[in-house]
T-cell receptor
Framework: SAVISQKPSRDICQRGTSLTIQCQVDSQVTMMFWYRQQPGQSLTLIATANQGSEATYESGFVIDKFPISRPNLTFSTLTVSNMSPEDSSIYLC????????????FGEGSRLTVL | GENVEQHPSTLSVQEGDSAVIKCTYSDSASNYFPWYKQELGKRPQLIIDIRSNVGEKKDQRIAVTLNKTAKHFSLHITETQPEDSAVYFCAASASGNEKLTFGTGTRLTIIP
């Protein structure tokens, strides 16, 4: 298993500002995944954060809007830049619990509201 | 890329009855199919998963079936209880690719 701490848990932001979400894992992991869950919707993968290399972004998501850092094997940040009300979502950090298991463990999520 | 469709979007069943949620996937390379339960305001949590080398897996009141030929898999919950009320997500991924593609979710309501 994996214990994931995310912060902030929630925030209210003004249009045009940026916010950085932090994710800390209690063990070393190769990949960390950032998902977005819009209100009442499913989970959509934003990007995969790899330690020592650039993050890999999914279609529809770009580095300028969602820059990611991965300074070590237990920590990552996701920044939501130049926010608009459409960015109001829950952002979840996740990791695979064990080699070969495939099971994703999620952080508690960061609920962002953009006014 | 992978596309996962999930039905129904909402499901209400009487307590004690069974609930079935179905998913289809598009990528024949997918071989790992987990189901996640998300209670209101909480993070998604794995409840059961299946790999493509088996057709069915059970864990107490929960079972998952997989038809790889037809590219569909289903979640079965028997003897439903009020605490089963939640949103359920299916997902799929391919071997060596830990990236999961999620279905659109099913809001299950158990009626006491």
């Amino acid at each position: 298993s994996a214990v994931i701490s995310q912060k902030p848990s929630r925030d209210i932001c003004q249009r045009g500002t940026s916010l950085t979400i932090q994710c800390q894992v209690d063990s070393q992991v190769t990949m960390m995944f950032w998902y977005r869950q819009q209100p009442g919707q499913s989970l959509t993968l934003i990007a995969t954060a790899n330690q020592g290399s650039e993050a890999t972004y999914e279609s529809g998501f770009v580095i300028d809007k969602f820059p990611i850092s991965r300074p070590n094997l237990t920590f990552s940040t996701l920044t939501v830049s130049n926010m608009s009300p459409e960015d109001s979502s829950i952002y979840l950090c996740s990791v695979v619990g064990g080699v070969g298991t495939g099971e994703l463990f999620f952080g508690e999520g960061s609920r962002l509201t953009v006014l | 890329g992978e596309n996962v469709e999930q039905h129904p979007s909402t499901l209400s069943v009487q307590e004690g009855d069974s609930a079935v949620i179905k998913c289809t996937y598009s990528d024949s390379a997918s071989n790992y199919f987990p189901w996640y339960k998300q209670e209101l305001g909480k993070r998604p949590q794995l409840i059961i998963d299946i790999r493509s080398n088996v057709g069915e897996k059970k864990d107490q009141r929960i079972a998952v079936t997989l038809n790889k030929t037809a590219k569909h898999f289903s979640l079965h919950i028997t003897e439903t209880q009020p605490e089963d009320s939640a949103v359920y997500f299916c997902a799929a991924s391919a071997s060596g690719n830990e990236k999961l593609t999620f279905g659109t979710g099913t809001r299950l309501t158990i009626i006491p």
